[in-house]
């Protein structure tokens, strides 16, 4: 993917193994700086809303939201309103602002993917998608230890350590996924 754009929940997934203490990612692969600098990402202004008022809280996701927020410069914020062709409001299909802003804006901008964790509402955003892929935070794990960029069982490990802070311990698509590796 050269150009994609995130949401809050998969942007704090990918930046929970930095936050949590029993993962060292001074040695171990650090997902966030991989998507940072591996493609061109760009952020809805109400993702980045989000991950301020997520950043006022004293948990793994405030700290998360925190480590995001700090690589700002490493992403590019953009208003998805302010884009032609999109609407004067964000639609209500059912989903909170940041996930909206963020198919409204990756449909605008012709995105290579759509980065989401949205895993209760998986078919509704890529319904609303438009020749845009739905990219998950697992599947863009595995899909790096497919490419070489990480080892299977580095890709396993950033699963294990992100799944109990984001309540995917039960969720069968992350099961899935992870057993593709």
Not at 17 to 27: I, L, Q
Not at 56 to 67: K, L
Request: aromatic share 4%; hydrophobic share 40%.
């Amino acid at each position: 993917m050269e150009t994609v754009v995130a949401d809050t929940c998969a942007l704090v997934s990918l930046a929970i193994p930095k936050a949590d203490a029993n993962y060292e990612t001074a040695v171990d692969p650090d997902p966030l700086q991989y998507i940072l600098t591996g493609a061109e990402v760009i952020v809805p202004l109400q993702v980045e809303r989000e991950l301020h008022e997520m950043a006022g809280y004293d948990d793994i996701h405030a700290a998360a939201a925190t480590n995001v927020l700090a690589a700002s410069d490493h992403y590019t914020r953009l208003d998805p309103l302010d884009r032609t062709g999109t609407p004067d409001e964000l639609p209500d299909h059912g989903l909170d602002e940041g996930e909206i802003a963020g198919i409204v804006l990756a449909n605008a901008v012709g995105a290579d993917g759509l980065l989401t964790d949205e895993f209760q509402s998986l078919a509704r955003v890529h319904a609303l998608l438009e020749d845009v892929p739905l990219v998950t935070t697992p599947r863009l794990l595995r899909d790096y230890a497919r490419n070489g960029h990480l080892r299977p069982e580095q890709a396993r490990t950033l699963i294990e350590t992100i799944a109990p802070h984001r309540s995917w311990g039960s969720n069968a698509y992350v099961q899935a996924v992870r057993a593709t590796l």
